[in-house]
């Protein structure tokens, strides 16, 4: 059974910086694409950033802020989060998938429970 646990949320400052952890277990982590999702108070989730092996794909209004990065060996994957603004407060979601680097939420398999993020302004 496929387990995703996030870690590393919090509350911090607008311009500062959090880093997010996502812990995999019963899976071939190397196999599969890891993406971040958020979802904010009565909004849609949306895609932050991915990666497939060595390559990385990231939502526009996150780009040149977060960066995305993983550790095959520790099953991790990572998002480090700089110049966070009020609008980047949400729940952060970790998200383990076998289709091709996907934005799409419903092209991820599991999820894990989510990490709340809150910048103040």
């Known amino acids: 059974q496929v387990q995703l646990v996030e870690s590393g949320g919090g509350l911090v400052q607008a311009g500062g910086s959090l880093r997010l952890s996502c812990a995999a277990s019963?899976?071939?982590?190397?196999?599969?694409?890891m993406g971040w999702f958020r979802q904010a108070p009565g909004k849609e989730r949306e895609f932050v950033a991915g990666?497939?092996?060595?390559?990385?794909y990231y939502g526009g209004s996150v780009k040149g802020r977060f960066t995305i990065s993983r550790d095959n060996a520790k099953n991790t994957v990572y998002l480090q989060m700089n110049s966070l603004k009020p609008e980047d407060t949400a729940v952060y979601y970790c998200?383990?998938?076998?289709?091709?680097?996907?934005?799409?939420?419903?092209?991820?398999?599991?999820w894990g429970h989510g990490t709340q993020v809150t910048v103040s302004s």
């Open positions: 990666i497939r092996w060595s390559t990385t």
């Open positions: 998200a383990a998938g076998r289709r091709s680097l996907s934005t799409t939420v419903n092209d991820y398999d599991d």
């Open positions: 019963g899976l071939t982590f190397s196999n599969y694409n």
